[in-house]
């Protein structure tokens, strides 16, 4: 079935341009070199012809993408981890909660990350608080693929930093966002894709994050037909870096649209 993966933010988790930044990216008129948080949503139509629309992680950037991309529907939210710039737009989540239909918009984490994020925000996930206007999700823990709505969306680990988080293959697509390092069973798990988001936050090393170069070593050792780079600092001009890349690699950039078969 065809689905599109829109590319909600490719910035990383300050964002492009960074406050208090005047470097030249950051002052660039280059559409594609402001970067909101990182952020992804997949559409596709569910066995019964019903639109439908996952998206991956909300970020303190995700009222202005999701009015910049005219979301009017969401179904289901999947985490890859508890950091900042992958939760703190949960609020926002509101106004699409309260068409959601049937019952409450099932967000998926793990189990450590379903707790912590009961912990972060326990105005919303603890029944004693009875404040108005509240977003209408529920917890739902990630214990193997999750079959939504006709897709199956399995979780595949990476290491950023330390900490073991989640990635998602979905079909022929697959999103890593924070890695500083792609196990084997996880890369054994990434052959065959017409499409693959990784992490390349700059050249210069970052103790949790991949670089341009690693990150081309893991295109070439999978080989997609086209892989993205995503979670991108200031350091990387849009159109200068893309030209350096090899062909069918590519930096993603906000509001990119893509095809694939889900
Ligand atoms: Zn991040
Ligand atoms: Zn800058």
């Keep these: 079935m065809q689905a599109t993966l829109t590319v909600l933010g490719s910035g990383t988790s300050m964002g492009v341009p960074t406050i208090g930044c005047d470097c030249a990216v950051c002052c660039s008129l280059d559409p594609r070199d402001r970067r909101t948080r990182p952020s992804v949503m997949i559409s596709y139509r569910d066995p019964h012809d019903n639109a439908r629309h996952v998206l ?6 995700f009222r202005e993408q999701a009015l910049r991309e005219k979301i009017i529907q969401l179904d289901a939210v999947l985490y890859t981890h508890t950091h900042a710039d992958h939760i703190l737009g949960i609020d926002d989540l509101r106004p699409l909660t309260y068409h959601h239909k049937p019952g409450k918009m099932p967000l998926y984490a793990t189990p450590r990350n379903c707790e912590f994020l009961r912990s972060m925000f326990r105005y919303i996930f603890e029944p004693t608080y009875k404040f108005g206007g509240l977003p209408q999700v529920e917890l739902h823990p990630i214990e193997g693929a999750v079959e939504l709505l006709g897709a199956r969306f399995e979780p595949l680990t990476v290491i950023h930093g330390e900490t073991p988080i989640l990635g998602f293959r979905f079909g022929s697509a697959a999103y890593l966002t924070d890695h500083s390092e792609v196990p084997n069973e996880t890369l054994e798990k990434l052959h065959n894709l017409d499409i693959l988001f990784l992490d390349a936050l700059r050249y210069k ?4 994050h991949s670089t341009v170069e690693r ?7 999978v080989k997609p037909k086209r892989a993205f780079f995503t979670h991108i600092c200031h350091d990387l001009p849009h159109e200068a870096t893309d030209a350096s890349l090899p062909p069918g690699v590519r930096l993603a950039f906000d509001g990119m649209k893509l095809e694939f078969e889900i």
């Design 215 to 221: 990150s081309l070593k893991i295109v070439e050792a």
């Design 205 to 208: 090393p970052h103790p949790t």
């Design 56 to 61: 991956i992680d909300t970020t303190p950037d």
